[in-house]
């Protein structure tokens, strides 16, 4: 490399050219440099892993900490928009500049006593974990990028960890079943500390690796649970309830089951992390996290949404069902080409009239054509029950466009299916729509 890199950009462009990979399993390389930097925490750690729900739960701890009065960082990704979004702390997204010493660091650690390869996920996620170590925080929340045994932010201890929903996705470095995959993020587990499994249906493998290294479980349905009604909830874990809490900000029925994890990882540092009934009223009633259900009154009204696997589009098509009656809902789509497609389409395939099929900035996408004849076999195999239309973009700003352009004031917008496509819409803030009037 000619000239040292200087701003943020620059150091992620280094990144991005170290390795010949995006991903490579294993944790001897990060791990040996994480030695060399010398890095640590002072605070209590919690690391969230799981197929969907993790950032909803990161997000839920960081708002339950905040009211509480402590500072916590926030270490997530992917990022929608900006790179910086990937680290919070004390509820704000870092600057870019204070970044920078931190990839410096890095590569010094990196490249001094024999290089050392890094990609880019384990280069970025040891220089926000510097930073973060050096924050003066009182918990450092991590949302695990890949699996958990083998994922970058796994070369930190947990004193907590949580593991949320499990489903099948990343098959080619997980594994092709449920246990399988629950056998990956257990690995985030440590020996005589907690470990909470929010997933109602753990697959045994977590279950039993939690028991083979002795770990303390507390399980959805066994340790903790909640209750609810149409106007407030409930929950109740060791020793501790709380009773009529308001339903947590991030909207949709799977939040629930987030935020009874969040309280039970709480829960299970009670000593070092004391919280109140009100830090936990307040926090959930304030959370926020864009592109989660996420909904932008307008008209039409926006739907956005990062749902990228059968499982959280499952979780969308419920969440869209309950909104009530549009008269027409359009759908902005675009997803990576190594998903499982064909049965995200299908799950939400009876709410959506009219499909904008668009492609991605990244060679990992599937294009907007191979979408649509993705689409077009799936209506094939269905007998084409009724003719939906479609169209193809080059990007999701493109296609929010068209829909703009051909929905009126009462219909709905969903844009689903990749960090990319709900990040593509929002580069340049959140869009507020305003389609033609009806009779204009």
Request: aromatic share 6%; charged share 20%.
């Amino acid at each position: 490399m000619s000239t040292a890199p200087l701003t943020l950009e620059d150091w992620l462009a280094h990144c991005e050219r170290l390795h010949p990979k995006n991903i490579d399993m294993g944790l001897d390389r990060v791990r040996e440099v994480a030695v060399r930097m010398g890095l640590r925490f002072d605070c209590p750690v919690i690391t969230v892993a799981g197929t969907n729900g993790k950032g909803s739960t990161c997000a839920m701890l960081e708002a339950v900490a905040l009211q509480a009065g402590f500072r916590p960082g926030v270490y997530t990704s992917p990022h929608l928009v900006h790179f910086e979004e990937r680290c919070r702390i004390h509820g704000d997204i870092v600057a870019a500049a204070d970044l920078v010493p931190h990839f410096e660091a890095v590569e010094r650690a990196r490249t001094e006593g024999g290089e050392v390869s890094l990609t880019y996920f384990e280069f970025t996620t040891l220089a926000i974990l510097r930073l973060m170590s050096q924050a003066r925080l009182d918990v450092a929340i991590l949302e695990v990028g890949l699996g958990g045994r083998l994922d970058a932010t796994n070369v930190i201890d947990a004193d907590c960890a949580v593991i949320t929903s499990i489903d099948i996705d990343h098959v080619e470095f997980l594994g092709p079943d449920r246990e399988s995959i629950g056998r990956e993020k257990a690995g985030i587990m440590r020996a005589g500390r907690p470990v909470v499994v929010s997933d109602p249906m753990a697959p045994q493998s977590v279950i039993d690796h939690a028991q083979a290294i002795g770990a303390d479980l507390w399980r959805f349905g066994h340790d903790f649970n909640f209750s609810g009604d149409k106007q407030q909830w409930s929950w109740a874990g060791r020793g501790r309830r709380y009773a009529g809490l308001a339903y947590p900000a991030l909207r949709g029925a799977n939040q629930l089951v987030n935020a009874s994890g969040a309280l039970a990882a709480l829960e299970a540092l009670r000593d070092r992390l004391p919280i109140t009934a009100q830090a936990v009223r307040t926090g959930l009633a304030m959370v926020e996290l864009p592109g989660r259900f996420q909904i932008v009154p307008g008209q039409p009204t926006l739907v956005l949404d990062v749902a990228h696997n059968p499982h959280s589009v499952a979780a969308l098509t419920a969440n869209l069902d309950a909104m009530g009656f549009f008269p027409t809902t359009h759908a902005v789509f675009g997803a990576m080409a190594d998903k499982d497609l064909a049965p995200m389409l299908a799950k939400i395939a009876p709410l959506i009239d009219r499909w904008y099929f668009t492609d991605l900035p990244t060679p990992r996408a599937e294009t907007a054509a191979g979408l649509q004849q993705k689409w077009n076999a799936l209506q094939m195999v269905a007998g084409g029950r009724r003719p939906v239309q479609t169209s193809l973009h080059e990007s999701p700003e493109q296609a929010l466009q068209a829909a703009v352009e051909a929905a009126d004031p009462t219909d709905r917008i969903v844009v689903f299916g990749s960090f990319y496509t709900v990040g593509g819409v929002l580069q340049d803030g959140t869009p507020r729509l305003h389609a033609k009037h009806l009779g204009a």
